[in-house]
């Protein structure tokens, strides 16, 4: 499906553009969620997790553009990850106080890539075996 292929596309080019912010400025890119980067590990585990991993998920998410196979188990990753993402931010808001509102932003650009992916591998799944 075109719509679930450009979707993904979209959320993968997001995290390339992320990856590449939090590697380029990490200073800045930890800031704004609330970390204190120690010199040396510290700064070595942002570039990595966050530079390297959400570079990672960037390429993963684009796949269907050059592989139309991989969009149904990319999707369930994509509502897997999100899904995840939306639970153990909602417990944080439960946990922690003092959130930022770099957090809430965060929380709800997750609940829209849950929801769309979600929505997206519903009607994947469902919709075109009712037609």
């Known amino acids: 499906m075109l719509a679930a292929r450009l979707f993904l596309a979209f959320v993968g080019a997001c995290y390339l553009f992320l990856g590449v912010w939090c590697a ?10 609330g970390f204190n980067l120690q010199p040396g590990s510290g700064q070595s585990e942002f570039f990595t997790v966050y530079g390297g991993v959400e570079f990672a998920w960037g390429l993963i998410f684009l796949m269907p553009l050059l592989w139309s196979e991989f969009t149904r188990p ?58």
């Open 24 to 33: 380029a400025a990490p200073s800045q890119t930890s800031e704004s969620v």
């Open 74 to 131: 990319l999707l369930i990753a994509c509502v897997l990850i999100h899904g995840m993402s939306v639970v153990f931010r909602a417990g944080s808001f439960f946990l922690f106080s003092g959130l930022g509102t770099t957090t809430y932003v965060l929380a709800g650009v997750e609940w829209v890539i849950f929801l769309a992916s979600a929505g997206l591998l519903a009607f994947t799944t469902w919709g075109t075996k009712a037609s």
